[in-house]
């Protein structure tokens, strides 16, 4: 049996966690919309609706947008699924090349779109990410000429030679909970920390707008973000009937700034519950978990990430504590933290965040 389709027959139908569990009530039946007896499940469980399912290949989505839902949801549903890495599967050894054996247009494929029943634009939906866990026991990194920071590309020229294409296999050991690689002479190796998160999670645009899944916007998307991750909420606006919520481009791991352009890429085990928020606005993502509240700027140059990003922070504070604009500009400029997200898809993304008990 693969490792995705273990995660799926092997989740607990009604166990979220001891304290989930203990706080339960009865759940509901999903009625799934497509899916094969085999890849698609729905079962009663505690707290809600469960939705079990194994996309296909040919099921998964590259745009947001544009793309017809592949099940509808009610809200509070629990969605156990499995998300396809972000180079479509194709890359397996260090001999493989994207620019040799990837498809075009078929960057970082996306589970769903979940259509979301009742959802509609000004509404906003919270993802709650119980658990994500790496799906293979290894996975991809490269390096792509004319993308990367250090590298000149179509909107930052600069002289001089490209390095050389180049993959990267990371082995990975859950059990130390690291990601092993080799350097390409063979004489260096490193682990990094396997922190997985989710680098796409988003809604269709608003208009009937279809964006590629290497954009990062308002509506999420690419924001390659690693507050995407087990524990946290991320709050999406509503721009469409339904919201089309999807998500994918598991990451097991990254630096701030992701400046080769890519992470430390994997297919993932992927476990959330879906909540409708009627009648609440959220215009750029937010992140929160018990601790901290954080808002995702997605903007070129990468000053104006950050200011959508902090602009978004200060309106927060000032609904949270009726200070003034200017107080709340003053509280923010002293108390939040403002990590570079990534610097290399189309957008740039900030993250600013505030500890919660500052307030």
């Given at each position: 049996m693969s490792t995705r389709r273990r995660f799926i027959v092997q989740s607990s139908l009604g166990v979220v966690g001891a304290l989930a569990a203990a706080a339960a009530t009865p759940g509901t039946e999903v009625q799934a919309a497509r899916g094969s007896a085999a890849s698609t499940g729905a079962s009663e469980g505690p707290g809600g609706p469960i939705l079990r399912w194994v996309p296909q290949h040919n099921e998964l989505a590259y745009t947001f947008g544009g793309v017809a839902p592949r099940h509808r949801i009610q809200s509070g549903t629990?969605?156990?699924t499995w998300t396809e890495d972000c180079f479509d599967g194709t890359i397996k050894t260090p001999a493989d090349l994207v620019s040799k054996v990837t498809v075009p247009g078929h960057d970082n494929p996306q589970t769903g779109p979940f259509y979301v029943e009742g959802a509609q634009p000004g509404d906003t939906l919270a993802i709650?990410?119980?658990t994500l866990t790496p799906a293979r026991d290894y996975a991809i990194s490269t390096f792509i000429p004319g993308f990367g920071i250090m590298v000149g590309n179509d909107r930052t020229a600069m002289l001089g030679p490209d390095l050389a294409e180049t993959t990267w296999r990371y082995d990975v050991d859950a059990k130390r909970g690291v990601a092993r690689t080799k350097s390409t002479d063979g004489k260096h190796s490193w682990e990094v920390p396997l922190a997985p998160f989710l680098g796409c999670i988003g809604?269709?645009?608003?208009?009937?707008?279809?964006r590629s899944t290497i954009v990062p916007d308002i509506f999420g998307g690419n924001m390659d973000c690693r507050e995407v991750r087990a524990g946290n909420t991320v709050y999406l606006g509503v721009n469409m009937?339904?919201?089309?919520?999807?998500?994918?481009?598991?990451?097991?791991?990254?630096?701030d700034g992701e400046i080769i352009g890519a992470a430390i890429e994997g297919a993932m085990n992927v476990d959330v519950i879906v909540t409708l928020l009627k009648g609440?606005?959220?215009?750029?993502?937010?992140?929160?978990?018990?601790?901290?509240?954080?808002?995702?700027?997605?903007?070129?140059?990468?000053?104006?990430a950050a200011r959508v990003a902090f602009k978004a922070m200060i309106g927060w504070v000032r609904e949270k504590t009726g200070m003034s604009e200017l107080d709340a500009y003053q509280f923010v400029s002293q108390n939040a933290h403002a990590p570079i997200i990534q610097l290399v898809d189309p957008e740039y993304t900030v993250l600013v965040k505030i500890d919660k008990s500052r307030l």
């Open positions: 629990r969605i156990i709650k990410i119980l809604v269709a645009p608003a208009g009937g707008e279809v009937p339904g919201g089309l919520l999807s998500f994918g481009d598991g990451h097991y791991a990254m630096g609440v606005k959220t215009p750029i993502p937010r992140i929160e978990n018990e601790r901290e509240v954080m808002f995702v700027g997605a903007a070129r140059p990468l000053e104006d």
